[in-house]
Every structure is written in structure tokens, then in C-alpha cells.
């Protein structure tokens, strides 16, 4: 019988869970869980696997062996949850508990009789201060661990009971396998962070003239030209060398358009081939050199499609017809930018690959039919890229790392193909996107490569003779420019120079309220620093209200955001008021100096943007896209 507290815990924080232990069960008494008494005169509990019965706990004494699972337990601060899986009757968490009464836990029970009999043993309210969640759903517990990990930022610690190993292996390493790729994504989207946060507003703020002066691809171009019809997208797998003369007819007869994303440019114009556009976002400074054969040779009939983050350099002096797509890390163009009939700017999804960003294009372009050409996704007799494609910090062929490292996946025949994390990271991210696009057929035609769901494996000339038969590309579909209202956008960037100057006048503001309360920590009173705190934090909140700081400085600071969100709750929760004082000046002092810091960087870019606006509003936009 379930505790009575355990029903009213249950009821205010987990009635779906309430409600599905006193239902009626087939499984109950079905003699699959036995509860007998160990040796010692405490309960235990065994399970019937299989016709064998194994015990979940010691026969013997239950409670001292859960002491020395706990005890052998270390560096157990490094942790701010436990995740318990298995509950069994609940010896080792009240072992746990014990040690630790600091440390925050939860519990999945994927069994709902051994459910029940823990909350028949076990009162949760003894544990309220530490206890977060309880489940017996597999869904729930993913769906929590990702949300802690995701909005709190903490670092879990999965606690599996021993008999739960053996008995529920198979399941356990499933679930295991979701937490480790939870861990290892949000280590990637930091990673990710902490290289670009900054180049992707110093980008998008110099590359903001730019979207004023060209076509928005999502915008400005007829849909009419793509509906219904085949896009090639090219990338540079080593596979795109097999695919030269089938590429040059489909270019020379108009069979589809062909999308030329990252590197892969460099081979096609070695070729002759010359794509209908060229598609770039990577925000790095170096990504020019993607680009550069274009503008050595003098080419200028490419139209290049780039990301409003790509890197500023790769766009300076391109003489090619340009346009433009919006990327979500962008947070300058949606504060300033509305067409004339004042819709919201359509905007692409960051990705790890522009092959996937391009994906996200020609379905929102409502092409019918999206060929992968050279999407590898995988090495090809240890070649990462297609001949014609270099870069100075890596060979063509694998380093010696890349071969120990590399992974193996399915491949478009059914047979293994070695291949990269990244690379595999790339291919379900792809896939995600192919999935959610059900009226986009994919053809994937990459000889060798990784094996993608969701499209059909066909070669490229197969397509060509079975599927390309009529020419589809319309001529000069590139030309035209924009209906963005420019007088909206001069008012608007009117009123963020005053949202920049009352930015830094908060920010002077803001490091005086941190040097009084510092004042205030010793010989002040509590009632003084209580108000020097409540000063500070109204200081805070208008910095953090600031359009010009949500605009520009906080987005070059997202590891230290998300940091703040995560120990600003213990802070403000913090009684004893000195404490919380040392805290606050801790913590803000490194954010107040990181926000002068990034404005040092971000003032002159800012300034250039008025300039350059200004003059494009007056003058009249230079239609680089016609």
C-alpha cells in the first residue's frame, strides 16, 4: 500500500504518475516481484527474469551493502544531480541521501510494482529539499535530464543499481546511450558558442549594408522558377569526382538548378562547370578562401547566396550578383529589417554543414526534388574531399588521427562505411531536416557514402536519363532586389543610437552599484546592503532590458549568460545577506567587465552600421542584385 504522504506528493507533483499506479494492473500479484524478508529482518525484494529469480537487494543485509555502494562513490562535487536508476526499495538513495544532503536527485523506476513497493517503504517527503523528479515513463526522464541539462546547466551523475545492469540491460544502455549524446550535443552547442558568439554579430552587423543592397532569396526571388522543379545540391565528397560529365550536362541543358554549397566550388569551376548559385555561411574569417578562385578568375556571373553570419571578408570585393538568406544566430537583421508590407523576415536555421542550411533553402524555395551529389557524409578511400579541393591546415587524404578515431556506418549499398563524428553529427542533422519535409523528394546519388534516411539511393545517371528530361532553369531567376522599407529601417537604427548611449550610461551606473555594495560589505549594515543590493539588481534589470545590449553586446556573450542563469537563482535565494553580497560581486563583476569589453569591440562596428545605413537610405539602395 503506497504511503498516504507519498499519495499527496504525488498528487501536487506527478499525478499522471499517481493515477497510473492505482489503476488496476494485470501485472499485480502476477508473482514477478516477491518481497521477503532478508536476514537481518529488513525487507528485501527479488525479480523473476526468465523463469530465475534474482535479487534487487542483499538477502542478507540490505542496508550495509547500499552503505558501501554509496561509500564507493568519489568526486561525487563535480556533480550538482544524481539520476537513480532503479529504485528498488529505496536503500541506496537514502544511503545517498545521507552523505550527500546537498546534492539534488531524482528517480526512474522502470518497473511500477517495484514502484509501488518503494513508495510503500520509502516516505519522499523525507527527501523533499533534495528530490526533483520521480518517473516511471522512459519519455519523462529523457525529456527532464534534457531539460536540467539544457536551462540549468547541470552535470548529472546516473547512479544504475547493480541488479538493474543484468536484468534490464539492453534498455539501460539505450537510455544511457540518449544521456551521453545529451551531454555530448550540449558540449558541442558550447563548444559552438564559445568560438562563434562573437563573429556572429560582428558579422552580422558588417554585413548588414550588404543585406540592404541585396535580394533576400526567401523574399525577393518567384518562388515560381523552383516549384515543383529538381535542385542539385553539390558538396565536395570525394564521390564528386565520378559525377564531372554527368553535371556538365545537366548544367549545359538547364536539367535542374545546381546549388553549389561550401568548398565544392573550387572543383566545379576547375571543371568548367559553373553552378547556378554558390551557397556560403560559415562565419569564420577564413571562409573567403571558399570563394576565392571566383574572384582570382574574374568570374562574375555566380550569383553567391550568403548567410547573413558568414564571415564579413568572404563578401568584400565579390563582383558576382549576391543574395541573401537570414540566419537564426543573427540578431541584427530581425530588429531592423520588415518588407514594404511590413511581414517578418523569414529566417534559416545554423547548422553544422551548409549542406544543410542550403537543404532548409530549396524546401522553403518548394523545390519538388532535391538531388545530394557528393554528400559523402563518410571517407572514401581515405579521401575527405573531392581532387580540386584544398586547404592549408589539412591534407586531402586522413591524418593518422582521423584513422584511429573514425567510426563505421551503413552505406548507401547496405555495407559499412568509415566515417567521423562530425560527419556522423552532419548526417542525422540532415536527416532531422529530410524528415521534416515530406513534400521534398531526396534522391541521394553519392557513390560510397553514408547511407541517409529518408532518400532513395539512385546514381546520377539514372536521374539524368530517367528523371531530368525537359530544361527547368529559368535565366536571370538571380536578378531583381529587395522590398525592404528602408525608411523603417533608418528609423530604427535612429532609435538604437539612443538604446547605445543609454546602454553605457547603465553601464557606468551599473559598476557604481557594484562598488557600493562592495563598500557596504564591511563596515555597512545588513539593512544598508540589502538596499545596495536591491539598487543593483534594478541597475541589472534595465542594463538586461537595454535594446542595444539584448541586440548587440548579449549575444557576443552566451556562455556567460547561460552561466548567469543558472547561479543567479542560488543568489537570490541566498539569506544570510553578506553572503549573498560576495556572491553577487563574484559572479557580476567578470559579466560587467566581459559587457565593457565586448561594447570596446562593438562600438566602432555599430558606428560604421549608422553610417553605411544612413547613407543607403538616403542615396537610395545600390541594387547589387540586378
Not at 499517481?18 to 518481497?35: C, F, H, M, W
Not at 587524404?397 to 552505406?411: M, N
Request: glycine share 6%; aromatic share 10%; with cysteine.
Amino acid at each position: 500500500m503506497i504511503l498516504i504522504e507519498n499519495r499527496n506528493y504525488l498528487r501536487f507533483r506527478n499525478r499522471p504518475l499517481l493515477e497510473e499506479l492505482t489503476r488496476p494492473s494485470e501485472q499485480a500479484d502476477n508473482g514477478k516481484v516477491i518481497l521477503e524478508t532478508a536476514r537481518n529482518g529488513l525487507p528485501t525484494l527479488k525479480l523473476n527474469v526468465d523463469g530465475t529469480y534474482q535479487y534487487i537487494h542483499s538477502k542478507y543485509d540490505p542496508e550495509r551493502e547500499a552503505g558501501r555502494l554509496i561509500d564507493s562513490l568519489s568526486s561525487m562535487e563535480q556533480y550538482d544531480h544524481v539520476l537513480f536508476i532503479g529504485s528498488g526499495l529505496g536503500y541506496a538513495i537514502k544511503a545517498f541521501s545521507s552523505a550527500y544532503p546537498n546534492t539534488a536527485f531524482s528517480i526512474y523506476e522502470p518497473d511500477q510494482q517495484v514502484l509501488q513497493l518503494f513508495l510503500s517503504n520509502q516516505n519522499l517527503n523525507d527527501w523533499s529539499e533534495q528530490l526533483s523528479f520521480i518517473t516511471s515513463s522512459e519519455q519523462e526522464v529523457t525529456a527532464r535530464v534534457q531539460k536540467y541539462m539544457d536551462q540549468l546547466g547541470e552535470r548529472f551523475y546516473f547512479f544504475v543499481l547493480p541488479a538493474y545492469e543484468k536484468i534490464y540491460k539492453e534498455n539501460i544502455d539505450l537510455l544511457l546511450d540518449q544521456f551521453k549524446n545529451m551531454l555530448r550535443s550540449k558540449k558541442d552547442s558550447m563548444a559552438t558558442n564559445v568560438s562563434f558568439q562573437k563573429r556572429w554579430i560582428i558579422n552580422a552587423v558588417k554585413n548588414f549594408p550588404e543585406i540592404l543592397r541585396t535580394p533576400n532569396i526567401l523574399h525577393d526571388v518567384y518562388k515560381s522558377y523552383f516549384k515543383g522543379k529538381p535542385a542539385v545540391l553539390v558538396s565536395a565528397g570525394p564521390s564528386l569526382n565520378e559525377e564531372w560529365d554527368n553535371l556538365r550536362r545537366i548544367k549545359e541543358d538547364g536539367l535542374a538548378y545546381i546549388f553549389s554549397v561550401g568548398s565544392a566550388i573550387n572543383a566545379l569551376i576547375k571543371h568548367d562547370i559553373y553552378p547556378d548559385a554558390a551557397c556560403t555561411y560559415d562565419p569564420q574569417g577564413h571562409n573567403y578562401r571558399v570563394i576565392q578562385i571566383i574572384n582570382d578568375r574574374k568570374i562574375k556571373t555566380i550569383p553567391l547566396i550568403f548567410g547573413s553570419t558568414v564571415g564579413f571578408e568572404t563578401l568584400e570585393g565579390y563582383e558576382g550578383p549576391m543574395l541573401h538568406m537570414v540566419i537564426n544566430q543573427d540578431t541584427v537583421a530581425p530588429q531592423f529589417l520588415r518588407t514594404t508590407d511590413h511581414s517578418l523576415i523569414e529566417t534559416l536555421s545554423d547548422a553544422p554543414s551548409i549542406a544543410v542550411v542550403t537543404f532548409e533553402l530549396l524546401s522553403k524555395l518548394e523545390f519538388g526534388t532535391v538531388i545530394l551529389v557528393g554528400q559523402n557524409l563518410a571517407y572514401l578511400n581515405n579521401q575527405f574531399y573531392a581532387t580540386g579541393i584544398s586547404y592549408e591546415n589539412r591534407p586531402s587524404t586522413l591524418k593518422e588521427e582521423e584513422q584511429k578515431s573514425r567510426l563505421t556506418v551503413k552505406g548507401v549499398n547496405g555495407d559499412s562505411v568509415p566515417t567521423s563524428e562530425s560527419f556522423d553529427s552532419m548526417r542525422k542533422q540532415l536527416e532531422l531536416y529530410i524528415s521534416d519535409c515530406p513534400n521534398v523528394e531526396v534522391i541521394n546519388t553519392t557513390k560510397g557514402g553514408a547511407a541517409i534516411d529518408g532518400t532513395e539511393f539512385i546514381p546520377l545517371d539514372q536521374v539524368i536519363d530517367q528523371r531530368l528530361t525537359e530544361s527547368v532553369v529559368v535565366p536571370g531567376w538571380s536578378h531583381g532586389e529587395n522590398h525592404y522599407d528602408k525608411k523603417r529601417t533608418e528609423l530604427k537604427v535612429q532609435g538604437m543610437t539612443k538604446q547605445a548611449h543609454e546602454f553605457n550610461h547603465l553601464l557606468k551606473q551599473f559598476f557604481k552599484a557594484m562598488e557600493q555594495v562592495k563598500a557596504m560589505m564591511n563596515p555597512g549594515s545588513d539593512e544598508q546592503l540589502t538596499a545596495g543590493i536591491d539598487k543593483f539588481d534594478k541597475v541589472l534589470h534595465k542594463l538586461q532590458r537595454n535594446k542595444y545590449y539584448k541586440t548587440f553586446i548579449a549575444p557576443m556573450m552566451r556562455i556567460r549568460e547561460d552561466y548567469l542563469k543558472q547561479v543567479s537563482p542560488k543568489i537570490r535565494f541566498e539569506k544570510n545577506v553578506r553572503t549573498k553580497a560576495e556572491m553577487l560581486i563574484k559572479e557580476f563583476e567578470i559579466y560587467a567587465n566581459e559587457c565593457a569589453f565586448n561594447e570596446s569591440i562593438m562600438a566602432p562596428c555599430f558606428k560604421e552600421l549608422v553610417e553605411k545605413v544612413n547613407q543607403i537610405c538616403s542615396l537610395g539602395s545600390d541594387h547589387h542584385g540586378s
